[in-house]
């Protein structure tokens, strides 16, 4: 990959990468970091690195850059993390709309939720997700089935409480 393919790979994907990390980590602040890193391995790399093969390359580190910190993050906080149920109170619009589904999003553990997000919001094949993410074709899809069905019961449910 040559300087310039950097550049345009810069421009291309910066923000698909970010908004893909700062879903997960929901931290704007961490989800920079994580991206700046995963470009600057991008960069460091970009000899071994196909020009046509970036933009996967560089969803992989960021994601393996996410987990990394997503663990870090777990080691150090002292404590406790306790869960709000959520109850709707306020069904005012799409504001209101997108909360919910942020909140149906943060139940799902952290590879059902990246899953989700690359499929669903990214728009990527099964294949390129288990290439992203290390696992294969078929664990790809189960995780995912399963994803979308907490997600439908969640959803669901809050759909009674209203």
């Known amino acids: ?3 310039k393919e950097f550049n345009e790979c810069v421009t291309n994907y910066a923000d698909n990468v970010y908004r893909f990390i700062l879903k997960n980590l929901r931290h704007e602040a961490d989800a920079r970091d994580v991206v700046q ?3 600057e391995k991008l960069w460091k790399n970009r000899l ?3 020009a046509g093969k970036s933009k996967s390359y560089l969803f992989t580190i960021a994601y393996h850059q996410m987990i990394d910190h997503l663990r870090k993050v777990k080691r150090v906080q002292l404590r406790e993390e306790f869960r709000e149920e959520t109850r709707v109170s306020d069904t005012g619009g799409p504001h209101h709309l997108k909360k919910v589904l942020e909140t149906a999003l ?5 590879t059902q939720r990246s899953l989700v997000l690359l499929k669903d919001y990214e728009g990527y094949s099964y294949e390129e997700i288990g290439q992203i993410t290390g696992l294969n074709e078929s664990q790809v899809k189960v995780y ?3 994803a979308r069905i907490q997600l439908k019961n969640y959803l669901v449910s809050l759909e009674n409480l209203i």
């Open 1 to 3: 990959m040559t300087e």
């Open 37 to 39: 890193t995963a470009f």
């Open 48 to 50: 071994e690195v196909e």
């Open 106 to 110: 943060a139940r799902l553990n952290e």
């Open 144 to 146: 995912l089935h399963r």
